[in-house]
């Protein structure tokens, strides 16, 4: 609707609005999960009803917004979207910038329930926000490195912990869990130092997936299997949808049914663990493969010989070369 004007004041109009809806739905948020401590069950059910609504108004916001700075030609592709009848989820996705989490509230608002990100600790501290995520039973995890984990070989679950707890809280107040199952956004300096198999993707870290799995696998159908691109994107995407460039965005929803076979103890049956890392791996091609033939038939990548960690065909998608540099 106002795409039409030039990038610096559709720029000022974001960064008034988007602030605004976050702060206005964030402060009641913050202010009624002061009262959790009081541990009256009434009570707590009271303010995830509230909390759970204002988060609604957020996404709504959002994607008010979002439609409203930005002319986007949105291509969706995947399975129809099953009844959950009121039962929680699980949803996957690649990751490429800060922009997934509102496309991720747009593509599912009103078809799931509320959504649950995991969450890196450090953004506990961002203003108001923060803390609101934390009164809506965010899980914030935690990334430690090698040296940490032989100090303190504990460290190595905590994160699980903090899995565990965010599941047994989908059990009791329906939402969906989001899993950015790479744990970082994609750059092509990121895949080279991990030496990713894949031309456009991190390599999965499969953990906390498969413990939210085994939490609450008996109690939810299904896992959505969630893929976006952004292909006329280049660089800072999150920066581009403030100054209303995003262009096109590519979604592809593959709906997993929740079995056994991918529910188990990943923490202690290693013969599941294998298993369930050798499933995840395959959805994980099968979802660069989605990614290599869309930039094809949409003419973005030219390059016909395959690449070496996905670092050479990747640079040439605005999609898969976000080079947003916060981690």
Same mark, same amino acid.
Request: proline share 4%.
């Given at each position: 609707m106002l795409a039409f004007l030039p990038s610096p004041l559709l720029l000022l109009i974001n960064l008034i609005l988007v602030p605004l809806n976050s702060v206005l739905c964030a402060l009641p948020i913050l202010i009624l999960g002061l009262l959790r401590p009081l541990r009256l069950r009434k009570l707590n059910t009271l303010i995830d009803k509230v909390n759970y609504f204002f988060y609604r108004i957020w996404v709504w916001g959002n994607t008010c917004t979002l439609a409203l700075t930005n002319r986007i030609d949105w291509r969706l592709s995947g399975d129809e979207l099953p009844a959950l009848n009121g039962k929680s989820c699980v949803v996957m996705s690649n990751h490429l910038s800060w922009a997934d989490i509102i496309v991720i509230g747009n593509l599912y608002r009103g078809r799931i329930p509320i959504t649950k990100f995991f969450m890196k600790h450090s953004l506990i501290y961002i203003p108001v926000i923060g803390l609101a995520c934390?009164? &809506?039973?965010? @899980?914030? /995890?935690?990334?430690?490195?090698? %040296?940490?984990? &032989?100090?303190? @070989?504990? /460290?190595?679950?905590?994160?699980? %912990?903090?899995?565990?707890?965010?599941?047994?809280?989908?059990?009791n107040s329906p939402s969906s869990l989001i899993n950015f199952v790479e744990g970082t956004r994609y750059t092509q300096q990121k895949a080279a130092a991990a030496r990713s198999p894949y031309r456009h993707l991190m390599p999965p870290k499969c953990a906390s997936l498969a413990v939210a799995l085994g939490n609450i696998?008996?109690?939810?159908?299904?896992?959505?299997?969630?893929?976006?691109i952004y292909p006329e994107n280049h660089g800072h995407i999150f920066a581009d949808m403030f100054r209303g460039r995003l262009k096109v965005i590519y979604a592809d929803i593959r709906v997993i049914k929740v079995t056994p076979e991918i529910s188990g103890d990943y923490l202690n049956d290693k013969v599941y663990k294998h298993s369930f890392t050798m499933q995840v791996r395959k959805w994980w091609e099968e979802k660069d493969a989605w990614i290599d033939e869309t930039l094809r038939e949409g003419g973005y990548l030219k390059d016909d010989h395959p690449s070496d960690g996905g670092a050479p065909a990747a640079a040439q998608a605005g999609s898969t070369a976000?080079?947003?540099?916060?981690s």
């Open positions: 934390y009164a &809506l039973g965010m @899980p914030f /995890l935690r990334r430690y490195t090698k %040296e940490q984990m &032989l100090k303190d @070989p504990s /460290l190595k679950t905590r994160d699980l %912990e903090t899995t565990n707890r965010a599941c047994r809280s989908l059990v696998g008996k109690d939810i159908d299904y896992l959505f299997n969630t893929t976006i976000g080079s947003e540099t916060h």
